[in-house]
Nanobody
Framework: QVQLVESGGGLVQAGGSLRLSCAAS????????MGWFRQAPGKEREFVGA????????AYADSVKGRFTISRDNAKNAVYLQMNSLKPEDTAVYYC????????????????????WGQGTQVTVSS
């Protein structure tokens, strides 16, 4: 079992920044690909980005590419999502998720491939 707890959400004006953190506990964190997803009211959960556990390669949704950055610190069992140049359309509940089925260089964009999820943190961007 892996337990995930997100933090760092809040209310920010358009153009501002937030840094989300996801703290992991339980089984070895370093062998899990980590993903960030978000879900706005009335919409499906969507992929934001992911980071592999081996080479720490990252991938992003087109909507956030160039504005968001994912990083991880295996020693601290944590993964981060730095969000810059925020837009009102970024408003959503953000979730981190862990996928223990991936190789060191792979990741998934599909929510159902992730084994463990945090409870989510609300991000609201005002115009």
């Amino acid at each position: 079992q892996v337990q995930l707890v997100e933090s760092g959400g809040g209310l920010v004006q358009a153009g501002g920044s937030l840094r989300l953190s996801c703290a992991a506990s339980g089984r070895t964190f370093s062998g899990y690909a980590m993903g960030w997803f978000r879900q706005a009211p009335g919409k499906e959960r969507e992929f934001v980005g992911a980071i592999t556990w081996g080479l720490r390669s990252t991938a992003y949704a087109d909507s956030v590419k160039g504005r968001f950055t994912i990083s991880r610190d295996n020693a601290k069992n944590a993964v981060y999502l730095q969000m810059n140049s925020l837009k009102p359309e970024d408003t959503a509940v953000y979730y981190c998720a862990a996928d223990g089925t991936q190789s060191s260089r792979s990741y998934s964009r599909t929510p159902s491939d992730y084994n463990y999820w945090g409870q989510g943190t609300q991000v609201t961007v005002s115009s």
